[in-house]
């Protein structure tokens, strides 16, 4: 592909930033021509001659495009048009990442870190409405999506509610599913809290990124159609490989909402 097809015209009028308008040409280019991943893109003192503008405002420009997911950045390589992000639903269903990235058309695999029984800790029995020290069964998996490690994600669930779960290899299967169709154990409704963190070493060891790389952190408890709390997991997921969606509604009379979701609650 022919560098020429950037579009370098810099309005320097423009109430748009300098730095904006790189961007969007450089955004056009790479998703206008399906570049392939890793494709290498001109580096830093070949776009300022491009576009006429200074380090400052292609630096800029990089930074945002990387933390928009478009490209990456290697030390004393360049910069490389980086993998599309994985989509991910956040709120309209409550599925699993196993389910979620099957629907998707990705076929998912974990490797499985832990999976034993451990008392539970103060802030675990709280999720899961248990004593605290009582037994749970803490599985930690690293998820992966395409080969590449995605998510790290640690889950609880109270062992006296399915201790076969021990046993289980859940390396190329949907705890959800496992649950379900082995057991009749349902998840009716669920919580989930979403936050943005820095990579822990242990984080960015496991999943391939620099220590303190930007990370989205999703916290999730679900509930048995009785209400009893089944699961707490706690999934740290690479801010450069995932994206969530969810649906909206507009509700226009007082009240609608709640009844809605106390519908979906039923």
Known sequence: MSLDHINTDIE?????????????????????NHLEPD????????????????RT?????????????????????GTFVARPKI???????????????????????S???????????????????????DPVIQIERLRYVQQEPIVFVTTFLPFSIC?????VDLKNRSLYEYLESEHGIQISRGKRYLEAVSATQKESDLLGVND????ILLDSVSYMPDG?????????????RSRFETELIRVTHPGELAEKLNEQIK
Not at 16 to 32: H, K, R, S, T
Not at 39 to 54: H, I, K
Not at 212 to 215: D, I, L, S, V, W
């Open 12 to 32: 320097r009028e423009s109430y748009v930033p300098l730095y904006q308008q790189v961007i969007d040409a450089m955004a056009e280019f790479i998703e206008g």
């Open 39 to 54: 494709y290498q893109l001109p580096g830093e003192a070949e776009l300022c001659r491009m576009f006429d503008v200074s």
């Open 57 to 77: 405002v292609i630096r800029q420009a990089l930074q945002e495009l990387e933390y928009k997911g478009l490209i990456y950045r290697t030390k004393g390589k």
């Open 87 to 109: 989509h991910e639903g956040l709120f309209q269903e409550l599925t699993g990442f196993y389910q979620d990235m099957e629907a998707r058309g990705h076929k998912p695999v």
């Open 111 to 133: 490797k499985v870190l832990k999976q034993e029984k451990v008392p539970a800790s103060k802030k675990i029995a709280s999720f899961l409405e248990i004593g605290e020290g």
């Open 163 to 167: 201790p076969s779960l021990l046993d």
């Open 212 to 215: 303190g790389a930007p990370m």
């Open 228 to 240: 009893t709390p089944l699961e707490y997991y706690h999934a740290i997921h690479r801010g450069d």
